[in-house]
């Protein structure tokens, strides 16, 4: 078993920052493999944000490219999203992924959610 426990969503100003932070404790049988964030707008279905390989490759969606910037401990199983130049559009819950392999076996775990707001 994974939990991911994320903090550092909250209310900004458009042209503002955060900083989201998603740790991930498991076992020691359990292998953490990619990383992500996604995110859901009222209304709307959940999108990836942006996603790192336990080896550094990352995948942003084109919408935050250059304003984001994804990183991971891989010591401390963490993950961080660096919101940059934050848009109204940015508004969402933001979810914390984390890809494992327990006994072969590939597994999925999500975090409960952050909410970020951006106000124009």
């Known amino acids: 078993q994974v939990q991911l426990v994320e903090s550092g969503g909250g209310l900004v100003q458009a042209g503002g920052s955060l900083r989201l932070s998603c740790a991930a404790a498991s076992g020691s049988i359990v292998r953490i493999n990619t990383m992500g964030w996604y995110r859901q707008a009222p209304g709307k279905q959940r999108e990836l944000v942006a996603a790192?390989?336990?080896?550094?490759?990352?995948n942003y969606a084109d919408s935050v490219k250059g304003r984001f910037t994804i990183s991971r401990d891989n010591a401390k199983n963490t993950v961080y999203l660096q919101m940059n130049t934050l848009k109204p559009e940015d508004t969402a819950v933001y979810y914390c992924?984390?890809?494992?392999?327990?006994?072969?076996?590939?597994?999925?775990?999500w975090g409960q959610g952050t909410q970020v707001t951006v106000s124009s």
């Open positions: 790192i390989t336990s080896g550094g490759m990352t």
């Open positions: 992924k984390a890809e494992a392999t327990r006994f072969q076996l590939e597994y999925n775990y």
